[in-house]
C-alpha cells in the first residue's frame, strides 16, 4: 500500500504562484510514477503532470505547459508542483496520485489540497 498527503494549496491571485507537495509513505519503493490531477467544482477530474520516480522524465497537460513544473526529491521522498502565472479557472482541489505500474495507472491517491485563485 502506498498512502500520499498533500500539503501547500491556498488562496492566489490570478498570475501568482504556489507550490504544492506531496509525501508518498507505504511501499514507496513500488512506486513508478508520481502525478497530479486536479477537480473543479462541477469538472471531471483532469491530468496536469507527472514525473517518472526513477527516471525523472516528466509530461505536462498542454494547459499547463511551460508554467507548471513537476520535481522530485528522492532525498527527502518527496513530489512537487511548481504553479505560476495561476489563472481563476485553475481553482480546483489538487490530488497527488501514484503509480506502482510502469504504465501509469493510478491506484493510490492522497485527500486533495484547496487551491483558489482570485480574479
Known amino acids: 500500500q502506498v498512502q500520499l498527503v498533500e500539503s501547500g494549496g491556498g488562496l492566489v491571485q490570478a498570475g501568482g504562484s504556489l507550490r504544492l507537495s506531496c509525501v508518498p509513505s507505504?511501499?514507496?519503493?513500488?512506486?513508478?510514477?508520481t502525478g497530479w490531477f486536479r477537480q473543479a467544482p462541477g469538472k471531471e477530474r483532469e491530468f496536469v503532470a507527472t514525473?517518472?520516480?526513477?527516471?525523472?522524465?516528466?509530461s505536462y497537460a498542454d494547459s499547463v505547459k511551460g508554467r507548471f513544473t513537476i520535481s522530485r526529491d528522492n532525498a527527502k521522498n518527496m513530489v512537487y508542483l511548481q504553479m505560476n502565472s495561476l489563472k481563476p479557472e485553475e481553482t480546483a482541489v489538487y490530488y497527488c496520485a501514484a503509480s506502482i505500474s510502469s504504465i501509469p495507472r493510478y491506484d493510490y491517491w492522497g485527500q486533495g489540497t484547496q487551491v483558489t485563485v482570485s480574479s
Open positions: 507505504g511501499r514507496t519503493f513500488s512506486i513508478i510514477y
Open positions: 514525473i517518472n520516480w526513477r527516471s525523472g522524465v516528466t
